[in-house]
């Protein structure tokens, strides 16, 4: 079970020095004190590419479900949580993904979502930011299908676009 006020990833940026040596050092010291003190270990690994190159941060050494991958990225207000899950989900999961993405959209329930899914990047490259797997038919299978989610994000900002126009 995750508990969505929790930190499940630790990201720090690569852009900065002065920050990146900061937040790094704080990390740091935060991942020692959970092994330490609370038993939690953390994984150092990529998470996410804001597109100047990927970020290093930390996971939780936690084997989340693709359920709770979406719970942490669709409802959780740790922006780090958002982030870490969607980079997860799009790295072990990138056809569920992509379902669960049409899913929320035909079922017209993409409204709680539609930040997050411009926080990650998917209104500006949909193609870059789901990853394709080995088999050529999987790969055609899920190109159509971000074509797909490609229009359904267009329409909906074009919504909320025309509604903050009123």
Known sequence: MIHLDEKYYLLYPNFDTKVYHKELSRIRKKVLYDK????INWEKRELFDFGWGPVIGYARD????????????SQSEIQENTYGAYATMNRLHPSMLLD???????SN??????NRLVMVGLDRTRKGKIIDEESND???NNLNKR????????????????????
């Open 36 to 39: 330490v003190v609370k038993r």
């Open 62 to 73: 936690h084997d989340l479900t693709f359920e709770e991958l979406w719970t942490l990225f």
């Open 100 to 106: 669960k993405l049409i899913e929320v959209f035909e």
């Open 109 to 114: 329930s993409y409204k709680h979502i539609i």
């Open 138 to 140: 999987i790969v055609v």
């Open 147 to 166: 074509v797909k989610i490609g229009m359904y994000i267009d329409k909906a900002l074009l919504e909320i676009s025309n509604q903050l126009d009123k």
